[in-house]
């Protein structure tokens, strides 16, 4: 069985121990998240398991024929074409098929016997790992994954830095799928894609033979993904079975049961510290000792750390404003002449938690910046209520000073004292030493927590927020969460944390193609209720069509034609019969592929340089060949479906 091992692992930058005497093992098959505060080392981790950073100690143990592939945080790509992109990671192949035709070249041209038979060695060596490596099947493969990613034939010329954030994303998890590894390691593989496609890819990964491990801090994705859990807590690991949720039940449990132990602890130590200084002196003196002697060989356990990570307050309630916080009326809007929003109408009430959800594009943004006045409608009506104060959360701050520190921040914008806002600033998890770093060094997940606070202090009561858990770790988004549910007034957030949505929202608005539906629920109500209408939908229609087919067939009897089905047919090639007859040729050309790769690999055929180099002709002529009919059956099987 495939296994990853890691024993002992640890590492450290300076005097900074990142962690440390790491211990775990992951199997094929095996769906593990691996989660832990910003900071904590997740992503060093995996690359000391990649090999890519050298740990100070322990060891990972990974068969070197074991396959890996790894899709980084916010990975880039080149000004390639996807092809050629996804080629790229075929390169260690590439590089045997160019050593083959130089040994080619050289077997063709020496006359020494004796460098001959070592040129043929070193050829039969390379033509082995040339195919072990899949190189004579690697552009249909390459051609296979980009099209079940959903890329198109016109994509593969287009240069790769010219597509969408969600779609370099997959074109990273191509690059990686590619090679069909056997241990497939992911970084925040949602990051930038839209709903859809985060469904999409759980349902792949669920579905994927290999093993995967994931770092991420979409709670939801980590529900429906991971069959186990890996959390990095005080520089160690923590191995729970079970998805997120189980993870925060069990760890609950953990906690509860340490702290029991903690308390039990305590109450020993304190009665035994009791009877000790009663019996110091005097007739049980002797005992006395005897149990100071136990104390002090007593193992102290640790104060449980309490896992919410952040305290509760309350916020003053906002101003009274009007029942009709906000209102779209058959508002049409865009930029220049491409129309985004068609005649939408929307009405957020008083209390309202209302979550804008769609794909990417689709014109959420745009319908934040109509309400905030950032953007004014070509037609239609935009009005806030009376006495609305609104408040807005944009993903790049720029409310917030760079020269202040954190507690500068606040009590200089609030004219708070510094108690009360440390008091406030510990409930957003900055705390001791935090609360003077300078606001410009901060990272993107800590200016997401300080502007979101400033914006509940500032007494806003309708809170307009843009995707206000980026960059945020779990502890923080639960920070955000508890707060925004405690929020006394009227909130619109966009937002692709479905986790998030579930927790805050009492309202979903879908918008897409420039209408908006609305639900009255949260995430899982919307999905639930989407799921059923699709389904019946696809009913309805199989229904229509079967009512349609038996309608045409009648219709035909009754004009007396009952062969005009098949002069259709004559008319109108029949795709099914073409693409069976192509699968009984492509299986014929695979087979005879099969048979010249035994040829190619024999050393009697290499001992013949004009004989290997015909075999290798007809080998790629074959190939091209395999290639054009591969396509042609693609091309018929889409025609089929649609």
Known sequence: ????????????????????????????????????????????????????????????????????????????????????????????????????????AGIASEKDQGKLERLMKEYAQAVERFERGGGYEYENTVRRVAFGLGFTAEDLTRPANEFSGGQKTRICLARALIRQPDFLFLDEPTNHLDLGMVEWLEEFLINYSGAVLVISHDRYFLDNVAGRILAIENSTIADYSGNYSEYLEKKAEKFAAQDKAYAKQQAFIAKTEAYIDRYRAGIKSKQARGRQSQLARLERLARPEDMTGFDFFAFNPPAECAERVAELGEVTAGYGDKTILNEVSLLVRRGDGVALVGP???????????????????????????????????????????????????????????ERSRHYLGSFLFRGDDVYKRVGDLSGGEKARLALLKLMLAGANFLILDEPTNHLDIAAREAVEEAIMNFPGTFLTVSHDRYFLDKVANRMVEMDNGQLTEYAGNYSYYRDKKTAAEKAAAQAASQASAIEKKQNGKAATAQGQPNSGKSANKRKPDTAKQAKKLEEEIAMLEHELTALEVRLNDPESHADASLSRELADEYAAKQAELEEKYGTWLELTSEEEE
């Open 360 to 418: 990417n594009g689709a014109g959420k943004t745009t319908l934040l910046k109509l309400l905030t006045g950032d953007l004014e409608a070509n037609r239609g009506k935009v009005k806030l209520g009376s006495r609305v104060r609104l408040g807005y959360f944009a993903q790049e701050h720029e409310t917030l000073t760079e020269t202040n520190s954190v507690l500068e921040e606040v009590m200089r914008e609030f004219a708070f004292s510094e």
């Open 1 to 104: 069985m495939s296994l990853l091992e890691v024993r002992g692992l640890s590492k450290a930058y300076g005097i900074q121990t990142i962690f440390s005497d790491i211990n775990f093992q992951i199997r094929r098959g095996e769906k593990v998240g691996l989660i832990g505060p910003n900071g904590a080392g997740k992503t060093t981790l995996v690359r000391c398991l990649l090999g890519f950073e050298k740990p100070d100690s322990g060891q990972v143990t990974l068969a070197v024929e074991e396959r890996v592939g790894y899709v980084e945080q916010d990975t880039g790509v080149g000004s390639a074409t996807l092809y050629d992109e996804l080629v790229a990671a075929y390169g260690d192949v590439l590089g045997w098929q160019q050593e083959m035709r130089r040994l080619e």
